[in-house]
């Protein structure tokens, strides 16, 4: 599915909708044991294999009926992986001058004396419809929050992958019926129509408006692809969930690294891929 057109750069000024706001600060305030058991957010990794919302279409899991064009990949990284993305990113890559991050003018940041000099193999697993040529390391503990926000700045319409390692957090995406085009309806027979069903009548009256948003819960492993009409929507991460960092990354970058052994254990990292230009 090809992406409308990006729309202006001036975009990036815009605010988000109202009812993206208002999804994104009840999930900033909601206790972490209530969002276990909440029925609007789409867990993968807790859903039942015969739940309707999950349509396995080898191996990507479409979801284009309420966002069009967004793909989630759950567990696509295993974990060897996901710890020798994190040395590489964060020991590497982030060591490099020109690579500067915000904290870098406050702090002086150590890095460990042989930088890891493992490749991001993972770069061959992703989607092929994205040429890497820019990436955000986005950083967060529990209690950090992404607020709703389009990406406008990028020439190219390809689509957007985010790759999550550590901490499980809240991710929420979607249009502006104001601005956006509605979705195309797709035949019953398309694995297209794994659209995940309203929960409640407040999700069908909204759904009905053509306020369609998607909450996710996000696993350390889990790649997202905003590709058509999902690469202009609006999305943030009101949550980072504490205490759910898996066993395998959460002792990165591991014993041997004094104080910084076990950092990730309260950690998210997300690795944003995009393509600048076509
Ligand atoms: O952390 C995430 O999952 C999303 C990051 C994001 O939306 C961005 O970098 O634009």
């Known amino acids: 599915m090809a992406a409308p057109e990006p729309p202006p750069l001036s975009h990036a000024h815009h605010t988000a909708p109202p009812h993206i706001r208002a999804i994104h600060k009840t999930y900033q305030k909601l206790p972490v044991p209530a969002l276990a058991h909440d029925r609007h957010i789409l867990d993968l990794a807790a859903a039942a294999a015969d739940t309707p919302a999950r349509q396995w279409h080898a191996p990507h899991l479409k979801l284009v009926g309420y966002v069009p064009g967004l793909q989630i990949i ?22 490099n ?10 702090y002086t940041l150590p890095y460990p004396s042989s930088p890891s000099s493992s490749d991001i ?15 955000i390391t986005n950083l967060y503990s529990p209690g950090d929050t992404l607020a709703p926000h389009r990406d406008v700045s990028e020439a190219s319409r390809a689509p957007l992958v985010s790759v999550s390692v550590g901490c499980d957090a809240v991710f929420v995406i979607g249009l502006d019926p104001a601005t956006d085009s509605p979705p195309v309806p797709s035949s019953p027979d398309s694995p297209d129509s ?7 009548p407040d999700a069908d009256a909204s759904a009905e408006a053509g306020e369609r948003v998607l909450v996710l819960r996000v696993h350390s492993g889990d790649v997202v692809v905003m ?6 929507a609006w999305h943030s991460v009101p949550r980072v969930v504490a205490g759910s960092c898996p066993g395998y990354v959460a002792g990165w970058p591991g014993a041997g690294m004094g104080e910084w052994a076990g950092w990730m254990g309260g950690k998210r990292v997300n690795l944003n891929v995009r393509q600048m230009w076509d």
């Open 74 to 95: 759950p567990s696509l990284l295993p974990p060897r992986t996901q710890r020798t993305l994190l040395s590489a990113l964060l020991h590497k890559h982030l060591s």
């Open 121 to 135: 193999k993972t770069a061959s697993s992703l989607p092929k419809t994205t040429t890497p040529q820019a990436a």
């Open 227 to 232: 590709g058509g009409a999902s690469r202009w």
């Open 97 to 106: 001058p020109e690579h500067a991050t915000n904290l870098h003018p406050h």
């Open 194 to 200: 794994s659209a995940p069903p309203p929960r409640n």
